[in-house]
Each structure stands twice: as C-alpha cells, then as structure tokens.
C-alpha cells in the first residue's frame, strides 16, 4: 500500500479518499506499522470536507429550533 500524505489527500476525489481511508483502516486493524497514521491523515481529510459542508447546508430552522428548549424547571 502507498503512503499518503495529508498534501495528497487534499487532491483526491471524494470516493478515492473514503476508499483510501477505509483500506488504511483495515490495515491498521491488521496490526502494519504507521498504517493508523496514514488512516489518521485521511480521516481528518473526511471530516474537513465533509462536516463544513454538512453544516453549510443545515436548514436554519433546525438551528433555531435546537436553541428553543424548554426552562428546566418546566417539567411538561
């Protein structure tokens, strides 16, 4: 398997890197040295690409209605 660098993993399409972090995963899960380094890098990678754009298309009336909670000496 082929190192990848975090410079690289911001280059790759969406399928190679979840393909990529996936084998690397699994491969730490064999016991290969640095390959829970390597599947470390391109899960940060997802999460960057994947969380910011998540919360960039969230509705803002599921944002709203999280803040609006009931006091919680109310009990009904």
């Known amino acids: 398997m082929q190192r990848c660098h975090i410079t690289e993993s911001g280059e790759l399409s969406d ?3 979840l393909a990529r972090a996936h084998e ?3 491969e730490a899960l064999r016991g290969v ?3 829970r380094g390597y599947a470390h ?3 940060a990678e997802m999460r960057r690409r994947f969380v910011s ?3 960039l298309r969230a509705p ?3 944002i709203n209605a ?3 909670s ?3 000496w109310r009990l009904w």
Do not use: F, I, K
């Open 33 to 35: 040295l640095h390959a």
């Open 15 to 17: 399928g190679e890197l």
């Open 60 to 62: 803002l009336e599921t």
């Open 70 to 72: 009931r006091p919680w």
């Open 66 to 68: 999280t803040r609006r």
């Open 41 to 43: 890098e391109l899960e």
């Open 53 to 55: 754009a998540a919360t």
């Open 24 to 26: 690397w995963r699994r």
